[in-house]
């Protein structure tokens, strides 16, 4: 069975930094894109940042450019999204999200549960 | 980046009924096109994916069409558990984005 956990979140000032990790298992971590979305309590969705199987392609979102830095770990199937200088607008559940590809494809055929951020003075 | 919009933003159907969502896009995007079911307090859920392959486990009554700009999700016999809001996402052109989204309310 596929499963992705993510930790990290929490509450954090404008400015401040944010490691996010999702843990993975069922399947070969390695073989797959995987991605950030993240969703705006009672909003929609908002992909954030992907990365293909061989860490070769790396795309980020407009809005989190420059701020956020996505990356892997195949020795221990997770992955990471360090986010820096967290602005009010980036309050959301984050998502991890698989790729049904092992090249960036944006078909999300797996979720996380996904972890609150709110970044709030 | 391609905008994407969904109508209507919301409906209200009985069981049995035949549902359909529309999704256009802003430019051409081929067949490059996603459906996502997100029931209240779940996470979203792969239906479709390429405007009308269906995902492996969703059943049949959830179909996919379209092409270019223009698509529609249509769920054929309604279910109670059906109720939920419903997002496309382009796959064409970077970067992805979502339709705002489609509530579908079961009367």
């Known amino acids: 069975e596929v499963q992705l956990v993510e930790s990290g979140g929490g509450l954090v000032q404008p400015g401040r930094s944010l490691r996010l990790s999702c843990a993975t298992s069922?399947?070969?971590?390695?073989?797959?894109?995987i991605h950030w979305v993240r969703q705006n309590p009672g909003k929609g969705l908002e992909w954030v940042a992907g990365?293909?199987?061989?860490?070769?392609?790396?795309e980020y979102g407009d809005s989190v450019k420059g701020r956020f830095t996505i990356s892997r770990d195949s020795a221990n199937n997770t992955l990471h999204l360090q986010m820096n200088n967290l602005r009010v607008e980036d309050t959301a559940f984050y998502y991890c999200?698989?790729?049904?590809?092992?090249?960036?494809?944006?078909?999300?055929?797996?979720w996380g549960p996904g972890t609150r951020v709110t970044v709030s003075s | 980046a391609i905008q994407m919009t969904q109508s209507p933003s919301s409906l209200s159907a009985s069981v049995g009924d035949t549902v359909t969502i529309s999704c256009r896009a802003s430019?051409?995007?081929?067949?490059?096109l996603g459906w996502y079911q997100q029931r209240p307090g779940r996470t979203p859920n792969l239906l479709i994916y390429?405007?009308?392959y269906l995902e492996e486990g969703v059943p049949s009554r959830f179909s996919g069409s379209g092409s270019g700009t223009d698509f529609t999700l249509t769920i054929s016999g309604l279910q109670s558990e059906d109720s939920a809001t419903y997002y496309c996402?382009?796959?064409?052109?970077?970067?992805?984005?979502f339709g705002p989204g489609t509530r579908v309310d079961i009367k």
């Open positions: 999200v698989k790729d049904k590809g092992a090249t960036i494809s944006h078909v999300f055929d797996y």
């Open positions: 069922g399947f070969t971590f390695r073989d797959y894109a």
């Open positions: 990365i293909n199987w061989n860490d070769v392609r790396i």
């Open positions: 430019h051409d995007i081929g067949n490059e």
């Open positions: 390429a405007a009308s």
């Open positions: 996402l382009q796959d064409s052109t970077y970067p992805p984005t």
